[in-house]
């Protein structure tokens, strides 16, 4: 009850900063819980800026995201998934910020592909409905977080803030595939996101630290559904693909990973780049359910590539994210 009390604090902003550090600063000491996450985010969400969608929508709409801080500079892994799953008819509320541990954030590569990320919140629901996918820039929906990213700042380690963005969907979304830096944090979000009623979602991490679906090693994850949490561990090499090193999914700045992704979606990139996005967007497509196995998953995955369609998708998104202008 203490926490809770203490997050509505925070975010109402009746905290002096040495109050609002010491406490966030106690969190970490004492190894925030899967109860302490899941409270941050319903009182962070009570605070955002809501995207109003159809419930139906929001039952079939799906997040991919990762929470970024593992420094691996790979390429905009989950932002290239979103874009392949809503060629595909699916329904992607895509939460996200710029950079700020990596080279290139979510919200840095979509403009460079040239994806208009200033919209009302009733021209970002136009955006899902119509093309099946839209960005909700993290500051524009948690004004709340304005006062609260200094006193974070001024904490030299992580905070509970590094876990809490993709659990603070401003759609409400029901299904997840999140990534997380570090494999010690699988079952704190899945028992957070239990705890918030998430329909359906998987929270993966690479043995090696990645918060993506690794295709140079193995990733553990958890599973979600149904109010249960179940674990495994995902083999790139089982499942069909060729492992990688690591370094073949580097990106850079947001213009070259913005390339890379236009690359993979014409086909003019084949490789280890395509690969990871294929495994990432065959495990999306079955938590959001276009498909029953994960076989079926990958085969439309690559079909929806080798046919062009994610890239014809990508030109109808940013057209009809510029018509607002």
Known sequence: MLTQVNFEKLFANEMRDDEAREFLVALYENGESSSDLAIAARVMRGYAKELVIPDELREKAIDIVGTGGDKSG????????????????????KHGNRSITSNSGSADVLEKLGINLNLTTRQQASMLEHVGFCFMFAPNHHPAMKHIMPIRHSIPHRTIFNLLGP??????????????????????????????????????????????????????????????????????????????????VLGGDSNTNAQIIKDVFSGKEKGAKRDIIVINAAFALFIEGSAVDLKEAIFKINAALDS??????????IEFSNSFK
């Open 74 to 93: 790979t390429f905009n892994i989950s932002s290239a998934t979103s874009l392949l799953l809503a060629s595909m008819g699916c329904y992607v509320a």
């Open 167 to 248: 659990l603070t969907n401003p759609a409400h979304v029901k299904k997840y595939l999140i990534g997380v830096s570090e494999p010690k944090f699988i079952d704190m979000v899945a028992n957070a996101l239990v705890d918030l009623g998430i329909k359906k979602a998987m929270v993966v991490s690479s043995i090696d630290n990645v918060d993506e679906i690794s295709i140079s090693t193995k990733t553990k994850f958890a599973f979600v559904e149904d109010n249960f949490v179940s674990h495994g561990e995902i083999d790139p090499i089982e499942l069909g693909f060729k492992q990688y090193e690591a370094s073949e």
């Open 308 to 317: 062009n369609k994610a890239m014809d998708h990508l030109a109808k998104i």
